[in-house]
């Protein structure tokens, strides 16, 4: 073959090369690289991200420290960064799987951690399914560690902290027999509150007590904070205005002194005539019925005895006249007496 024909099939075959490559828009870190993980008989599923800030492609995905899967790709939906990651089919996973963004050393390439919870009872992902930005925590970059740390650096914190320090240094006391004092008197308090665990225990229910009646009790405490200065301040007028009365009364109660005073004696002594007459009208409960038996006894064994048949019969048979001696006319003792009868019913 000569120079001129080799040197047109190698075009030839770098045009179809170009073109096959062109339309299947090959991916160079898709192409498998030998040693490479690949996972087998793989299933799809979705890992949300606040940030996935670093994280190469093809990254592993690891569950245990064993690598179950690899990054497929890396979308943005919205402001959620999608990873799509596949996983080896022989690998179930919880559907409440937690993800996180990890490096295995300070320089080391991000990974996806898989962390299955403690119970693994529910239900597992399958194909397609996803797990939520509840779920997973972007990395701890290290260019935030080293600004973190160039803070504390250069913030003062260090030397703040040095200084705090000495000044403990400087509270302790120099002498040696001093401080040994002081570390037996915390040795004695650490004992007494070891010896009294029960009574501190009770104390910490006590408290959780209250903490929870508090806590059930939101919308009572909430309210008393709403509606109770306004009433306090209504209850702190009512108060003044009751003190206020209380003030006046003196000065009423004064003037009542003054116009007693003058006629206390007159006051005793009319008190003195009432007492007879109040300690009768006490006992007139006892003496009216007394009376009152008494007075229908008169009436039932004495008038009324007296007067059922017409009361007493008298029959005139004859008058005579006065003989001579001086005096009253008897007939006109004689007609008064019959007049009385006559009216008493007891002459005709």
Do not use: W
Not at 285 to 307: C, E, N, Q, S
């Amino acid at each position: 073959m000569t120079r001129p024909t080799m040197r047109a099939l190698c075009a030839l075959l770098a045009t179809v090369a170009m073109s096959f490559t062109a339309s299947c828009s090959l991916d160079p870190t898709r192409l498998p690289v030998p040693g490479a993980y690949t996972p087998r008989h793989p299933y799809n599923i979705n890992i949300e991200f606040s940030s996935v800030l670093n994280l190469p492609a093809r990254a592993k995905v690891d569950s245990g420290g064993v690598q179950i899967g690899v990054l497929d790709r890396v979308e943005l939906v919205g402001n959620t960064a999608v990873t799509y990651v596949e996983i080896a089919g022989d690998t179930k996973l919880p559907v409440n799987t937690r993800a996180e963004l990890r490096q295995a050393t300070p320089l080391g390439d991000i990974y996806i951690a898989l962390l299955p919870p403690e119970d693994r009872s529910g239900p597992i992902l399958r194909n397609g399914d996803t797990i939520p930005m509840r779920n997973t925590a972007p990395a701890d970059n290290v260019e935030d560690l080293l600004r973190s740390m160039s803070n504390l650096v250069a913030g003062g914190a260090i030397g703040t902290l040095q200084t705090t320090v000495v000044n403990v240094n400087k509270a302790f006391p120099q002498d040696p027999n001093e401080l040994t004092h002081m570390q037996h008197t915390v040795a004695g308090v650490l004992n007494d509150l070891a010896a009294n665990q029960d009574t501190i225990d009770g104390i910490l229910s006590g408290m959780e007590n209250i903490t929870s009646s508090f806590a059930a009790n939101t919308q009572v405490f909430n309210r008393l904070i709403t509606e109770g200065p306004a009433k306090l301040q209504g209850l702190s007028a009512v108060t003044m205005a009751i003190l206020n009365v209380v003030g006046a009364s003196k000065d009423v109660g004064k003037l009542g002194g003054e116009l007693i005073n003058p006629i206390a004696g007159d006051l005793m002594q009319i008190l003195s005539y009432i007492t007879p007459m109040v300690d009768t009208m006490a006992t007139a409960d006892t003496t009216i019925p007394v009376i009152a038996d008494k007075f229908l006894a008169l009436l039932r064994y004495k008038l009324l005895g007296f007067f059922r048949d017409g009361g007493p019969k008298y029959n005139i048979t004859e008058l005579h006249a006065p003989t001579g001696q001086e005096g009253v006319d008897p007939a006109d003792k004689a007609d008064a007496a019959v007049k009385a009868m006559q009216t008493m019913g007891m002459v005709p």
